[in-house]
T-cell receptor, first 116, second 115 residues
Framework: AQKITQTQPGMFVQEKEAVTLDCTYDTSDQSYGLFWYKQPSSGEMIFLIYQGSYDEQNATEGRYSLNFQKARKSANLVISASQLGDSAMYFCAMREETSGNTPLVFGKGTRLSVIA | DTEVTQTPKHLVMGMTNKKSLKCEQHMGHRAMYWYKQKAKKPPELMFVYSYEKLSINESVPSRFSPECPNSSLLNLHLHALQPEDSALYLC??????????????FGPGTRLTVL
């Protein structure tokens, strides 16, 4: 069974600073994908970044980067140059990729607050 | 078009009502999902449809009845719900190819309140 652990219920960061949101995972699958989603108070789940288990390089998407350490089973999200609009709930999720339509397994989330 | 639409955005219903939630995507995705999300909790999977057939039912009570009439549309029929069913209901879609990156695109959700 797959499991995602996010140990930080809440985080604060000063505007323009960088912040790291922690995520560890557990799986027996060899082929899996790791995802980060942002959920503002309006409720929509916004995809941020993806890392495949066989990807050797860390994923980056604009101000978002994923620090993937496979041996440690961690997939931390780094947000650089935080903005007030980054205040939201952030979910780490994973899915096995040996079949096509497996659902996502989510962590409990981290609420990020950006302070001016 | 990388959009999943959901209607209605908000729904208030009594315990004896019958209502339906609708989800639509035009990205050619052949997998569609319903998730339920309670306040301050992560989304929990309810159902998965693959090629218009129900492939996963996470032991959801029968008062929730999913339907996938075609590859673009996913419905969730609600009947005799309980107040504890009040939540945000999220629909998502994705591709189905194995061994590849299949991002799930989420709709904006329907906020359901059961009185």
């Amino acid at each position: 069974a797959q499991k995602i652990t996010q140990t930080q219920p809440g985080m604060f960061v000063q505007e323009k600073e960088a912040v790291t949101l922690d995520c560890t995972y557990d799986t027996s699958d060899q082929s899996y994908g790791l995802f980060w989603y942002k959920q503002p108070s309006s409720g929509e789940m916004i995809f941020l970044i993806y890392q495949g288990s066989y990807d050797e390089q860390n994923a980056t998407e604009g101000r978002y980067s994923l620090n993937f350490q496979k041996a440690r089973k961690s997939a931390n999200l780094v947000i650089s140059a935080s903005q007030l609009g980054d205040s939201a709930m952030y979910f780490c999720a994973m899915r096995e990729e040996t079949s096509g339509n497996t659902p996502l397994v989510f962590g409990k989330g981290t609420r990020l607050s950006v302070i001016a | 078009d990388t959009e999943v639409t959901q209607t209605p955005k908000h729904l208030v219903m009594g315990m004896t009502n019958k209502k339906s939630l609708k989800c639509e995507q035009h990205m050619g995705h052949r997998a569609m999902y319903w998730y339920k999300q309670k306040a301050k909790k992560p989304p929990e999977l309810m159902f998965v449809y693959s090629y218009e057939k129900l492939s996963i039912n996470e032991s959801v009570p029968s008062r929730f009845s999913p339907e996938c009439p075609n590859s673009s549309l996913l419905n969730l029929h609600l009947h005799a719900l309980q107040p504890e069913d009040s939540a945000l209901y999220l629909c998502a879609s994705s591709g189905v190819l194995a061994g590849t990156y299949n991002e799930q695109f989420f709709g904006p959700g329907t906020r359901l309140t059961v009185l």
